[in-house]
C-alpha cells in the first residue's frame, strides 16, 4: 500500500520570497511517478510537476521545482518568488506503476502567501 | 485548455432527489476515469475508478448501490447519487488519464459542489 504524508498543515510565505511544502511517501515499489497538485479555492485540480522514481536530475516547471531524495522518500516542492496567486491548498500525489493510473493523495498544505 | 470537462458545477436539491454528474474526456478517449469526493478542508478520497464498457471498481466503504457509476462510452462517465440526503453533501471531482505514459498527469474536471437540502 501507498502512504502520502504531507506535515505542514498550513503554511505563511511572504510574497516574493521562496517556500518549500514538505511530501514523504511510503511505497514497496520501485517503479511509480510524483506529482504535485494546487487547488485553489474555486476547487479545480492543477497539474504542477511530476518526478519520476528512475529520473536522477529533479523536475523543474517554471517556478516550481521538486526537491526528490529518493532514499528519504521525499518530494518536497519549491516555489520561488511567491505570488499572491500562489495562495491555494497544495496537494503531493502518488502513481504507482502496479496499481494502474490510480493516484494515492496527501492530506495537503495551505500555503497563504502575504503582501 | 481544460481537457475534463464536468458538469454541473453547483447541485441544490432536496433530500432523496437523485443526482448525476458528468465526466467528459475532450480530445482524447479514457477508458478508465476516476471519481474523488473531497469534504471541507480535506484531501480528495478516491471512491471508484471508472471502467469503459465494465462495471465500476469501488473503494472499500463506498455503497455502490448509492454511487451508481456508468462509463458507456470512451469520453463519458457519470455519477450519479442516488435518494442524495444531507450527509452526502460535498464537493465530487473526476479525473481522467491520457493514457500517454507513466509520466503524464491525471486531469481533473472543475469538481462539482453538490449541497443536499
Known amino acids: 500500500a501507498q502512504k502520502i504524508t504531507q506535515t505542514q498543515p498550513g503554511m505563511f510565505v511572504q510574497e516574493k520570497e521562496a517556500v518549500t511544502l514538505d511530501c514523504t511517501y511510503d511505497t514497496s515499489d520501485q517503479s511509480y511517478g510524483l506529482f504535485w497538485y494546487k487547488q485553489p479555492s474555486s476547487g479545480e485540480m492543477i497539474f504542477l510537476i511530476y518526478q519520476g522514481s528512475y529520473d536522477e536530475q529533479n523536475a523543474t516547471e517554471g517556478r516550481y521545482s521538486l526537491n526528490f531524495q529518493k532514499a528519504r522518500k521525499s518530494a518536497n516542492l519549491v516555489i520561488s518568488a511567491s505570488q499572491l496567486g500562489d495562495s491555494a491548498m497544495y496537494f503531493c500525489?502518488?502513481?504507482?506503476?502496479?496499481?494502474?493510473?490510480?493516484?494515492?493523495f496527501g492530506g495537503g498544505t495551505r500555503l497563504m502567501v502575504k503582501p | 485548455g481544460a481537457v475534463v470537462s464536468q458538469h454541473p458545477s453547483w447541485v441544490i436539491c432536496k433530500s432523496g432527489t437523485s443526482v448525476k454528474i458528468e465526466c467528459r474526456s475532450l480530445d482524447f478517449q479514457a477508458t478508465t476515469m476516476f471519481w474523488y469526493r473531497q469534504f471541507p478542508k480535506q484531501s480528495l478520497m478516491l471512491m471508484a475508478t471508472s471502467n469503459e464498457g465494465s462495471k465500476a471498481t469501488y473503494e472499500q466503504g463506498v455503497e455502490k448501490d448509492k454511487f451508481l457509476i456508468n462509463h458507456a462510452s470512451l469520453t463519458l462517465s457519470t455519477l450519479t447519487v442516488t435518494s442524495a440526503h444531507p450527509e452526502d453533501s460535498s464537493f465530487y471531482i473526476c479525473?481522467?488519464?491520457?493514457?500517454?505514459?507513466?509520466?503524464?498527469?491525471?486531469?481533473f474536471g472543475d469538481g462539482t459542489r453538490l449541497s443536499i437540502l
Open positions: 479525473s481522467a488519464h491520457l493514457n500517454r505514459g507513466p509520466n503524464q498527469p491525471q486531469h
Open positions: 500525489a502518488m502513481r504507482s506503476n502496479n496499481a494502474g493510473n490510480m493516484l494515492t
